[in-house]
């Protein structure tokens, strides 16, 4: 079943393209469907490619095919001999879809992204807010957050990928076994799970190719812990 603004989007490329002969742009989009941005369009294009009702055709970075109409627009505008049309669009590269997706782009949140988080890298150096990433607010709890891009395979079979966008609730605290961000010496700054054994603090890779790291607690300051987790393909 499609949501108010996914079906509100299908109709009205139908539409479009039955009475001009051309896809509208993003903007004519954004318009019609009273959403502030054209990432919401971005979302709503997402949504109905995983429901099946369009594909982006591969080789053409700005073209969309719509393979079917859900029941209620087929009775309605479907015209006879219906086939799928190709609609030009300007179409960037998709978001993994493990996020909810938001009806009205108003209930989304802007975190800074930081950079990319490597050895030898304090957090406060990356500080950066020219650079956001939108996400739900779902996703979020109280207090501040930001956002870190992964750079390595250390912590792969926790299910974090080199390349992929995390959600970090800024925090000096984090329970045993959580994954945080540490600064280790006031200088190197690493994505670990946190392990507190005895009077140390160690920091645990999920990769068995890299050895866990062990630090008396003066030496690591907790910069904040994972809540979430974004990728791209």
Same mark, same amino acid.
């Given at each position: /079943?499609?949501? @108010?603004?996914?079906?509100? &989007?299908?109709?009205?490329?139908?539409?479009?393209?039955?009475?001009?002969?051309?896809?509208?742009?993003?903007?004519? /989009?954004?318009?019609?469907?009273?959403?502030?941005?054209?990432?919401?369009?971005?979302?709503?294009?997402?949504?109905?490619?995983?429901?099946?009702?369009?594909?982006?055709?591969?080789?053409?970075? +700005?073209?969309?095919?719509?393979? !079917?109409?859900?029941?209620?627009?087929?009775?309605?505008?479907?015209?006879?001999?219906?086939?799928?049309?190709?609609?030009?669009?300007?179409?960037? #590269?998709?978001?993994?879809?493990? &996020? $909810?997706? $938001?009806?009205?782009?108003?209930?989304?949140?802007?975190?800074?992204?930081?950079? @990319?988080?490597?050895?030898?890298? $304090?957090?406060?150096?990356? @500080?950066?807010?020219?650079?956001?990433?939108?996400? $739900?607010? *779902? /996703?979020?709890? +109280?207090? #501040?957050?930001?956002? =870190? #891009?992964?750079?390595?395979?250390? /912590?792969?079979?926790?299910?974090?990928?080199?390349?992929?966008?995390?959600?970090?609730?800024?925090?000096?605290?984090?329970?045993?076994?959580?994954?945080?961000?540490?600064?280790?010496?006031?200088?190197?700054?690493? =994505?670990? @799970? =946190?392990? !507190?054994?005895?009077?140390?603090?160690?920091?645990?890779?999920?990769?068995? *190719?890299?050895?866990? +790291?062990?630090?008396?607690?003066?030496?690591?300051?907790?910069?904040? %812990?994972?809540?979430?987790?974004?990728? %791209?393909?």
């Amino acid at each position: /079943m499609l949501t @108010r603004k996914q079906h509100e &989007l299908l109709q009205y490329l139908h539409d479009y393209l039955e009475e001009r002969g051309v896809s509208p742009s993003f903007d004519e /989009m954004k318009d019609a469907l009273g959403l502030k941005s054209k990432s919401g369009i971005h979302r709503l294009i997402l949504a109905l490619e995983e429901r099946r009702f369009i594909r982006r055709l591969p080789n053409r970075a +700005r073209a969309i095919e719509v393979l !079917r109409l859900p029941e209620d627009l087929n009775q309605e505008t479907k015209p006879k001999g219906f086939s799928p049309k190709v609609i030009q669009g300007d179409f960037g #590269e998709g978001v993994a879809a493990t &996020l $909810p997706e $938001p009806e009205v782009l108003a209930e989304t949140a802007q975190l800074p992204v930081y950079g @990319r988080i490597a050895a030898g890298t $304090p957090i406060e150096a990356l @500080r950066d807010h020219s650079t956001t990433i939108t996400v $739900p607010p *779902s /996703m979020l709890g +109280r207090g #501040e957050h930001y956002a =870190l #891009e992964v750079e390595g395979d250390s /912590m792969v079979e926790a299910g974090i990928h080199d390349g992929d966008t995390v959600i970090i609730n800024r925090s000096d605290t984090a329970d045993n076994g959580s994954i945080v961000v540490a600064l280790i010496d006031d200088s190197e700054a690493t =994505l670990k @799970r =946190l392990r !507190r054994k005895g009077g140390a603090i160690a920091l645990e890779p999920a990769n068995k *190719s890299y050895e866990t +790291r062990i630090f008396p607690p003066e030496r690591i300051k907790i910069q904040g %812990r994972l809540i979430g987790l974004l990728r %791209r393909y």
